[in-house]
């Protein structure tokens, strides 16, 4: 069964400085990974998905990933986070089957202090 | 396009009431799911549709019903709510086939049950 942990619960960091939120899947064939964020009270957004290719995948809002097979990782990465990134994020796996199911990871909370 | 959208926003409701949650997409989109978000946990399945007419179990279906008549429609059900399912309640959509496609999400219905 497909599965994803997200290490670190609630992580705080100052305006300006880089981030790298840690995401680790398990899977037994190639992963189809994404990473989503979710401002308060909203709704879910997707900032980057992989699926082949090029194992580092550029986002929006200036969001990177790096898919990392050897570690069975997908970690998010932003060099210099601004306050309205404050937000809780979500990494997620797609397995196989019809269903294109999504198995989320619990989240990680981003505080971003001025 | 509204995207997804989900009626109501907030509810409350007693232990023992029924409601429907409704869900509604205008992307043409073959697949619809249903998901809670509890603190700490983060996004579970409850249940998905991969077309109109066809339902199916995800990963916490007990206590919860669901339709999906039309394409466009995917409903949930409580059909006797419990403390329990006091949620956030996401309803998401992604177009058929192709793995790497993503789920759309709508903004959630916030369920307290009393």
């Known amino acids: 069964a497909q599965s994803v942990t997200q290490p670190d619960i609630h992580i705080t960091v100052s305006e300006g400085a880089s981030l790298e939120l840690r995401c680790n899947y398990s899977?037994?064939?190639?992963?189809?990974l994404f990473w989503y964020v979710q401002s308060p009270g909203q709704g879910l957004q997707l900032l980057l998905k992989?699926?082949?290719?090029?194992?580092l995948v550029q986002g929006i809002k200036g969001f990177e990933a790096e898919f990392k097979r050897s570690q069975s990782s997908f970690n998010l990465r932003k060099p210099s986070v601004h306050w309205s990134d404050a937000a809780e994020y979500f990494c997620?796996?797609?397995?196989?089957?019809?269903?294109?199911?999504?198995?989320f990871g619990k989240g990680t909370l981003l505080t971003v202090n001025p | 396009n509204a995207g997804v959208t989900q009626t109501p926003k907030f509810r409350v409701l007693k232990t023992g009431q029924s409601m429907t949650l409704l869900c509604a997409q205008d992307?043409?989109?073959?697949?619809m799911y249903w998901y809670r978000q509890d603190p700490g946990m983060g996004l579970r399945l409850i249940h998905y549709?991969?077309?109109?007419?066809?339902?199916a179990k995800g990963e916490v279906p007990d206590g919860y019903n669901v339709s999906r008549l039309k394409k466009q429609n995917f409903l949930l059900g409580l059909e006797s709510a419990a403390p329990s399912q006091t949620s956030v309640y996401f309803c998401?959509?992604?177009?058929?086939?192709?793995?790497?496609?993503?789920?759309?999400f709508g903004p959630g219905t916030r369920l307290t049950v009393l």
């Open positions: 992989y699926f082949s290719g090029d194992t």
């Open positions: 997620a796996v797609s397995g196989g089957g019809s269903n294109y199911k999504l198995t």
């Open positions: 899977y037994g064939a190639t992963p189809y």
């Open positions: 549709s991969v077309g109109e007419g066809t339902t």
């Open positions: 998401a959509s992604r177009r058929t086939s192709g793995r790497g496609n993503e789920q759309f």
């Open positions: 992307m043409n989109h073959e697949y």
